[in-house]
């Protein structure tokens, strides 16, 4: 009995702690992307911008679905929870709209999507940290 208890307290706390770690990663690497789209439109590099892309693409994939962003709302926001997927699929969105004006060398629409992703960003952290 004590013996599974402990297996089972175990087994919860790493699957907290790598939940926490899946989070980390993902913010790190959008972090990365983010800061290398915008050394991209700074620069007018076009290639800097899609390889920023595909970090940011990857790190949203890996924070996207309801019961990991869950984990992380304040106690008395979880009505909140669509909001911040909102913000997830957003980003999945504006990701196709930079592409796509890149792609039509529209680049104004296309900083106007990053821009519109960064206040995504902004939009899931202001729940989160309750600002
Ligand atoms: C769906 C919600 C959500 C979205 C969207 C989101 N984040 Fe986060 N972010 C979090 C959570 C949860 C944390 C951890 C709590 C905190 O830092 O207050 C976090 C923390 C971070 C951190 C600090 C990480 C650490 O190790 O403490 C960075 C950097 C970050 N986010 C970058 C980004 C960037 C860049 C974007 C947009 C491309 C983004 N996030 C979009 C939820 C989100």
Redesign the pocket.
Known sequence: MKFSKIITATLLSVSIVSASDV??ES??I??N??KQVQLGFINNNEAIIRDGLVL?EKG?MM?SDEKT?KK?LPDNKEHTVNT??L??TR?GLDINIIEGNLDEKAYTKAADGYSD?LN??SS??GI??SW
């Open positions: 989070m980390k913010m790190k959008m972090e992307g983010v940011i949203n924070f962003i992380y911040a997927l913000a997830s980003i992703m995504a960003c899931c952290h989160i940290r």
